[in-house]
């Protein structure tokens, strides 16, 4: 046990596991397959108190810190679905912790508190065909008219976007760039909303991203989170956990594939002996299990640093994080598929479709080219 987790985190990560592998990785291939997977996943994670780990008590949440979000996102990776795991990921960690943060008691009463639950299921709906990693280039619009928010525009790439029950969106509400930005919740049932495609993505095959449409769009002004014109900045900050999960995520996803990968090669034989006591193969899992573990020690490094809630977040040691682990990815993934041989090429293998599912992950949240810039702008180079 990590000196930094607790034997309450442990009790916690018990939970978790046992949930993951009773309930979720049993149907890896069949939601995968099937492209979707149940709601009552989401009903069940908040049953569990799942979405609130670190969300306030008095809408549903627990208030812990962030080992206990740790403990989630590393035991996700046992359920061997990188697009259930995005789905939860994105209900608790990226969609809803802008409303705890910002949301009036009224927000966090509809909105949040269901969400917790599991009740109602959340997107948060940022990227547009246009602006992908320069949001500050939105063209979703809400224009003022009374008491009201009339919205028009599109989003894409939006996780969880084609069954959500309401949206965290970004809009323009004044000028062009960042400052014009605002955040705002949008119930799914509004006259004008439309899910105009649900995406076919190459890896996280079971979750829900899909192309939205916003026609005239009518909502009340009390639907605003923060103060208008305010979004932007709260966007970038959002980003913070959300990379910082992922980091965790992909560290768990690469031990695990490494720990798949010993086994096969401890009983699998070939020119008269095991996989695993080829040379070429064991250097090559010592490179990675060393470097994962130095991820893996970057990226605590970074949580321990997010854990003392200070108001500057740890921007560099963030970014790092998700980089190093997300890129590393790449690699392990392809060399465990690789070691497996035919059996890696096929659908019912694991291995075949965490080699999809990683590659996303240098891409959604922040591009690698992304975190080198961030990385690069707190070194001043």
């Not at 979720?24 to 979707?36: C, I, K, N, T, V």
Request: aromatic share 10%.
């Amino acid at each position: 046990m990590d000196e930094r987790f607790t034997p309450e985190h442990e009790a916690f990560r018990r939970t978790v596991r046992q949930f993951v592998e009773k309930e979720l990785a049993p149907h890896a291939l069949e939601w995968d397959q099937a492209g979707e997977f149940p709601r009552e996943v989401f009903r069940r994670c908040g049953e569990l108190g799942f979405f609130g780990i670190s969300h306030d008590p008095a809408y549903g949440g627990s208030g812990l810190d962030a080992w206990y979000v740790a403990v989630f996102a590393e035991e996700l990776a046992r359920a061997q679905n990188g697009g259930v795991a995005m789905s939860l990921m994105v209900q608790g960690q990226m969609a809803t912790p802008v409303i705890n943060e910002l949301g009036t008691d009224e927000q966090k009463r509809e909105f949040l508190a269901p969400a917790l639950a599991g009740e109602r299921i959340a997107a948060l709906a940022m990227s547009e065909p246009d602006a992908g990693s320069d949001l500050a280039r939105l063209r979703t619009t809400a224009r003022r008219d009374g008491d009201d928010y009339v919205i028009s525009g599109a989003k894409t790439w939006i996780s969880n976007g084609a069954r959500a029950d309401f949206l965290v969106l970004a809009v323009r509400t004044g000028g062009e760039g960042a400052p014009g930005i605002s955040l705002v919740t949008l119930p799914t049932d509004v006259k004008g909303f439309a899910v105009s495609k649900r995406l076919q993505k190459v890896g996280h095959r079971s979750s829900d991203m899909a192309i939205l449409y916003f026609e005239d769009c009518r909502i009340p002004a009390r639907y605003v989170l923060g103060r208008e014109n305010d979004g932007f900045f709260h966007i970038m900050n959002s980003f913070h956990a959300e990379r910082l999960v992922t980091a965790l995520y992909t560290v768990a996803v690469m031990e695990g594939l490494l720990r798949e990968a010993l086994r096969y090669g401890r009983e699998r034989k070939a020119f008269g002996q095991r996989l695993i006591d080829f040379q070429v193969w064991r250097h090559t899992f010592v490179d990675h299990h060393t470097r994962v573990e130095a991820a893996r020690q970057l990226t605590y490094h970074a949580v321990q640093l997010f854990n003392r809630k200070r108001k500057q977040k740890p921007v560099k040691e963030i970014a790092m994080a998700k980089l190093l682990t997300t890129e590393l990815a790449q690699r392990v993934a392809y060399d465990c598929q690789q070691f497996h041989g035919g059996m890696g090429y096929v659908e019912e293998s694991h291995v075949a479709r965490a080699w999809r599912d990683v590659r996303m992950l240098t891409i959604g949240g922040g591009t690698s080219e992304v975190m080198k810039e961030i990385i690069a702008g707190t070194l001043a180079l």
